[in-house]
């Protein structure tokens, strides 16, 4: 028995769901068999498509063995319904790349599909695939194998299949504070049900007349005029090597001197600073110096690190004339990165680049009575682990800290705490 579409729809609106970014990019949309991606994300293709994205398509099998025995008509016959279907999406042009993998047997290709994914994944602004946690095997084969090929640079997003007919909203396993929606217009809707329609080897009954692979209470799932999504982030440290490849030779990747982004973030930084003066500031994470440098306005001394070189020359030159300011090239949670004495830490579009268990180190070296600046970007930086809510979160919980200033800004997060 499959789960009810209305119990999908109720779990939906039951969580703090954000709508699904339109701002992807370069898509590459990776998919086990022909049809995934039309059931998991037809509408939100179809809608990218439309507004001038980049999309293009991995498919891992043909989809032969859908009724048993591998079959090289099936094989023929799914190759041109998905083209059809591509079509009616308007997505009838874009590169299609298939990649001849067994049908019911991904998971035991796994390295194969990582090594072919690797090259066509390493230019995508984002990444599609099937939720690892989908309960067909190979689904979440190439799930996993799509987040092992992507790139540091490239946001990664699930999308769901059987898991809405075969699993319920409320298992464990399901990450809900990282989901978001496609809500699909008439147009669209209308769109993706022609689309789906083009399948007709997986709607229709089977050639012993048994049921349709895809029968009408598994497509009601995709006809619910939305789609849900999971955002899957790298669990580990952003690698300090896409730092040194951004900075380059001494470059402001950021603009940190000339955006109003940086300039008003920074103003509004040193005017939350509780105490008028500090004796000794820490800024890991300094980048090029921008922030070190209005810091050291407010220091007797500043203790500034960059685990990229490029980036410490760069900062080194910014304070060349601050004698109070050392620039040391270090990377957080090494203790150098906080000396012991500071009174000051200020954390500055740093902390969400590191895994939940690098943030607990670096808030114990925090020492009592110290100030700690937290500031964020609202967004989700595609190389971090956690955005700015989650990671903030972690110590404004943490008992250990007193929040002293709280700014939510359109678009950025500033905390000050104090150790107590």
């Known amino acids: 028995m499959t789960t009810p579409p209305?119990?999908?729809t109720e779990a939906i609106a039951g969580h703090a769901i954000v709508p699904m970014p339109a701002d992807i990019g370069r898509l590459v949309v990776v998919a086990a068999h022909p049809d995934d991606e039309t059931l998991g994300a037809g509408g939100f293709l179809h809608a990218a498509a439309a507004a001038g994205a980049q999309i293009e398509l991995i498919v891992a099998t043909d989809g032969e063995a859908a009724f048993g025995a591998p079959d090289d008509e099936l094989r023929r016959i799914r190759r041109c319904e998905l083209q059809d279907a591509l079509d009616e999406m308007g997505l009838g042009a874009i590169a299609v790349h298939w990649?001849?993998?067994p049908d019911s047997g991904l998971a035991e290709h796994v390295a194969d599909l990582v090594g072919a994914l690797v090259p066509r994944l390493r230019d995508a602004d984002s990444c599609l695939a099937p939720w690892p946690g989908d309960p067909h095997p190979d689904h979440?084969?190439?799930?996993?194998?799509a987040l092992a090929a992507a790139p540091v640079h490239a946001h990664r997003w699930a999308y769901l299949i059987w898991t809405l007919?075969?699993?319920?909203?409320?298992?464990?396993?399901l990450p809900w504070p990282r989901a978001a929606v496609f809500d699909l217009d008439?147009?669209?809707?209308?769109?993706?049900?022609?689309a789906i329609r083009r399948f007709t080897s997986q709607i229709d009954a089977a050639p012993g007349g048994q049921d349709p692979i895809l029968g009408a209470d598994v497509l009601a799932h995709f006809d619910t005029g939305r789609e849900l999504f999971f955002r899957m982030p790298r669990t580990d440290n952003a690698p300090v090597s896409r730092f040194a490849e951004l900075y380059g030779d001494g470059g402001d990747p950021w603009q940190t001197r000339t955006?109003?982004?940086e300039r008003r973030k920074r103003d509004v930084l040193l005017a939350c600073l509780p105490r008028p003066r500090y004796t000794h500031a820490a800024e890991p994470g300094c980048g090029i110096g921008t922030l070190t440098v209005a810091l050291a306005a407010r220091c007797d001394r500043v203790t500034a690190s960059d685990p990229v070189q490029s980036a410490v020359a760069a900062a080194r030159q910014a304070t060349d004339e601050s004698a109070q300011v050392t620039v040391l090239c270090a990377s957080l949670p090494d203790r150098v990165t906080v000396p012991d004495d500071v009174d000051l830490v200020v954390l500055s579009e740093v902390l969400y680049y590191l895994a939940p268990a690098v943030v607990a180190e670096v808030a114990d070296l925090i020492p009592h009575g110290a100030d700690v600046v937290l500031v964020h970007w609202r967004?989700?930086?595609?190389e971090a682990p956690r955005d700015a809510v989650a990671t903030h979160r972690q110590l404004t919980e943490d008992p250990r800290f007193a929040t002293l200033v709280e700014h939510v800004d359109e678009e950025f997060l500033l905390h000050v705490l104090r150790r107590k």
């Open 165 to 173: 007919p075969w699993r319920t909203p409320d298992d464990p396993d």
């Open 379 to 382: 967004g989700w930086p595609a």
């Open 140 to 145: 979440a084969a190439i799930g996993l194998a």
């Open 99 to 101: 990649l001849g993998l």
């Open 6 to 8: 209305a119990v999908w």
């Open 186 to 194: 008439q147009d669209t809707l209308a769109t993706k049900r022609r």
């Open 259 to 261: 955006s109003w982004y």
